[in-house]
């Protein structure tokens, strides 16, 4: 089993956070005049071509040792994201939120019983304090609306957390880079296979935003190619350091640690958009760090990988 680091695993996931958080607060411009399919394209060829740049003059090391592992991983991970932004298209986005981040309690359950590791008190507490923190970020309306259509979230929440106990279990020697051209690898195929689709059925796609996950084909703008590559090159690297941080720790530690970038992107919301957080959102954060700092702290004190 790799040595556990939790503290820098911990770094890496903030670092992660707060590049995601910036990012992904410029899909709203993306999403006014083009689709989904034509982004994840976009931005998987020139996530590739900035990685293609990057072996030679950084050393980097694509081949992978299990392409199987590799592979399954990413189709998972893949499928997660895929499940999530098509839930977008006819659900609220409190409900598909707080259905990914069930992935926790996922990473617990499946790290017990698949693969038999312990589960002490304190990560239990830890993930249920996030999970609070969570649905108090999103307001009350992520409880609500239940209905079979609102399991989608929740089932992407379980790929996304097996994906990512895949990523120390299935795949502990692979370099980082490599697990992250697979993931973009294959959203680039997904979203070739929407495009594909949608030329040969096209759909009335509603303007802006709406049209999201129904638009084809759009020649692409300034605007639209200006902020795909920041996505592609912040992702890239955002990407790279969420996968390093699940090797250096144990998949439920980095898991609940992760919830961390809803602050981030709160954090940018304001920053950018000048969009302010209701008090009961605030509680929620401090809920979200203490849960994520519990996990942290007992890894400073020298408490064993398993706790």
Do not use: K
Request: hydrophobic share 60%; net charge positive.
């Amino acid at each position: 089993m790799p040595q556990d680091r939790t503290l820098a695993a911990a770094a890496l996931l903030c670092g992660y956070a707060m590049l995601i958080g910036f990012t992904d607060n410029y899909v709203r411009v993306i999403a006014q005049a083009h689709g989904l399919w034509q982004f994840h394209l976009t931005r998987t060829v020139m996530a590739l071509v900035l990685l293609g740049l990057a072996v030679p003059l950084l050393g980097l090391r694509l081949r992978a040792v299990n392409p199987r592992a590799v592979l399954a991983r990413s189709l998972i991970h893949g499928l997660a994201m895929l499940i999530y932004f098509g839930a977008l298209a006819f659900l609220p986005v409190a409900i598909v939120a707080a259905g990914l981040f069930t992935a926790p309690i996922f990473v617990l359950l499946i790290s017990r019983f698949a693969y038999g590791h312990a589960i002490g008190p304190v990560r239990i507490l830890a993930v249920a304090l996030g999970f609070v923190g969570v649905i108090l970020v999103l307001g009350p309306e992520a409880m609500s609306g239940a209905s079979a259509a609102a399991m989608l979230p929740v089932l992407a929440g379980a790929l996304y957390a097996l994906g990512n106990v895949a990523t120390r279990e299935w795949c502990p020697h692979e370099s980082a880079e490599t697990l992250v051209a697979g993931f973009f690898g294959i959203l680039g195929v997904f979203g070739a296979v929407g495009l594909g689709l949608l030329t040969l059925m096209p759909l009335i796609a509603p303007p802006g935003p709406d049209g999201f996950l129904l638009r084809g084909w759009v020649w692409p703008t300034g605007p639209f190619l200006t902020w795909t590559f920041v996505q592609a090159a912040g992702s890239l690297l955002g990407v790279g350091m969420m996968i390093r941080a699940y090797q250096l720790t144990d998949a439920g530690r980095a898991s609940v640690i992760e919830y961390v970038i809803l602050p981030a992107s709160a954090f940018w919301s304001w920053a950018l958009w000048g969009e302010l957080l209701a008090p009961m959102a605030v509680g929620g954060m401090v809920l979200i760090v203490a849960a994520g700092s519990m996990i942290a702290l007992r890894a400073r004190v020298g408490e064993p990988v398993v706790p």
